[in-house]
Structure formats: C-alpha cells, structure tokens
C-alpha cells in the first residue's frame, strides 16, 4: 500500500437527485459495509459510466434522470492506494462479487484509519484503470471540490432496455 499525490479530476454518475450529495448512502458496496460512508468515483468518465452499467439494470440506466460529477482533488492531497498486485496476493479472484467481504474489510479499515481523504483501488472491470473512493468523515474532505455538475444520458446501445 502506497502513498502518493496527484492532481486530477475524477467521475461519479448519479441520480441527478444526489448530485450533489456529498456523504455517500451508506450502501455497502465492493469497497464498504452497510453503514459506512464512502462516496465511489472512477478515473474517467468512460469507465465510471462502465461502473455504472455493470451495477445496474438496464430499465434503471434508462428511465433515471442522471449527472455526471467531477470532483477534483488538490495535488497536495496525499491518496492511499491499494494496488493490483496487493489484491492478487491476498486473492486472486478479489474483483468476484463474492469475495467482496474481504475487499470490504481493506476499505472499512481505511475508512477507520482516517488516514487519507482518497483512497486509490484498481477496477474489478478494467484492472489497468483505477476507481478512487473518497471518506466523507475525513478533515480533508472539504479540500475535494465539485467542479462541474451535468446532465448525463446512457447511449440505449449500451445495454438492452
């Protein structure tokens, strides 16, 4: 587990609703448990959007009303990451939906550490391309801005209505 820093924009697809939601649901996840709060942003827009396909039904991703949101992270943030190599070792199929309480424990002990405000892990759909997670509850927070908020529409070839 490494720490480095970046400048760079990240991407959250979301119900326009909670677009500018910035504490999370507390829906556990890949990455948290029921009850802790993490707000789940991808590296791009392509593969947030990818993100997004894969964790919804198709009837969803058409009838919602969606924005994407770029957060931006200062280049003095230091980010937390959890690399490839460290998830093969400690599982080789980490990224199979089953296996999520052990990628679930990584972050709610992140989440507990409060050591960074962003958290740096591989994709379970694309592993050469990253998702940052960010903690709410960190002092640091605040430092992540919303850049931009727009509307956001999947393309219907995408997935089958």
Same mark, same amino acid.
């Given at each position: ?15 326009? &609703? ?5 504490? %999370?649901? =507390?829906?556990?996840?890949?990455? $948290?448990?029921? =009850? ?5 942003? %991808? =590296? ?13 039904? %198709?009837?969803?991703?058409?009838? =919602? ?10 280049? $003095? ?11 093969? &070792?400690?599982?080789? $199929? ?12 990584? %972050?709610?002990?992140?989440?507990? &550490? ?9 994709? #379970? ?16 927070? $605040? ?7 727009? &509307?956001? #529409? ?8």
């Amino acid at each position: 587990m490494n720490l480095s820093f970046y400048l760079l924009n990240v991407y959250r697809i979301s119900q326009t &609703k909670y677009a500018h939601d910035r504490k %999370g649901s =507390g829906i556990d996840g890949r990455w $948290n448990s029921l =009850g802790q709060y993490m707000i789940y942003t %991808g =590296g791009s827009l392509a593969l947030s959007c990818l993100e997004k396909l894969a964790h919804s039904p %198709g009837t969803a991703l058409y009838a =919602g009303d969606f924005s994407v949101i770029i957060f931006q992270i200062p280049d $003095n943030l230091p980010i937390f990451e959890i690399t490839l190599n460290q998830l093969q &070792k400690l599982n080789a $199929n980490w990224y199979k939906v089953i296996n999520y309480p052990a990628t679930q424990m990584l %972050g709610d002990t992140w989440l507990r &550490k409060m050591e960074t405000a962003v958290l740096k892990v591989p994709s #379970a759909i694309i592993d050469l391309e990253y998702n940052y997670l960010l903690n709410p509850a960190h002092a640091d927070y $605040n430092k992540i801005t919303i850049s931009s908020v727009s &509307k956001f #529409a999947f393309d219907p070839r995408l997935k089958a209505q």
